[in-house]
């Protein structure tokens, strides 16, 4: 099990719960002493994640935290904020009570969920996931970013003249 902050694989385990499905384990690195959460299956809930090309995998949560670790790389989210991210699209995944899943469909999830905490780390997953086809595309998506900053700004200012 690697840490998610220096990628070192010693680490102890300081608390342990069960729930129906997962078991949650919260683990120190012992090389940087930092805390990070893992969860492991109890039972295999076989939830299938059906890939761009057709292939299925199952469902890998480590997979999907290293992904938005990745895209929030340098930015100031914390890893709760990252662990909840992935606590909620894995509950929704299972409401949805499918046996198989889109990949676009976890990575519609993620989006919307990175766009609220993140800007950068939202396009930068943005630019990876939806495969920008070249640098233009990404420069729309950051613009349209641009323009709803604004929008908000600029709607702030008129709740605030209203008042
Ligand atoms: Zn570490």
Not at 55 to 77: H, N, T, W, Y
Request: aromatic share 4%; charged share 35%; proline share 2%.
């Amino acid at each position: 099990m690697q840490c998610p902050y220096c990628a070192k694989e010693q680490n102890k385990v300081i608390d342990t719960r069960e729930s129906d499905v997962t078991i949650r384990r919260r683990r120190e690195c012992i090389s940087c002493g930092r805390r990070f959460t893992t969860y492991e299956r109890i039972a295999q809930t076989g939830l299938m994640v059906i890939k761009q090309d057709g292939r299925r995998e199952a469902f890998d949560r480590q997979k999907l935290m290293s992904g938005i670790i990745k895209a929030c790389a340098k930015r100031p989210v914390p890893m709760q904020a990252i662990e909840s991210i992935v606590d909620g699209i894995e509950m929704e995944l299972h409401t949805l009570a499918k046996s198989e899943v889109d990949s676009q469909r976890i990575g519609q999830l993620l989006m919307e969920r990175l766009r609220v905490l993140d800007d950068v780390a939202y396009v930068r997953f943005a630019s990876v996931y939806r495969r920008f086809a070249d640098l233009d595309s990404l420069a729309i998506e950051i613009q349209r970013l641009k323009e709803k900053k604004q929008r908000e700004a600029e709607e702030r200012l008129q709740v605030k003249m209203a008042i």
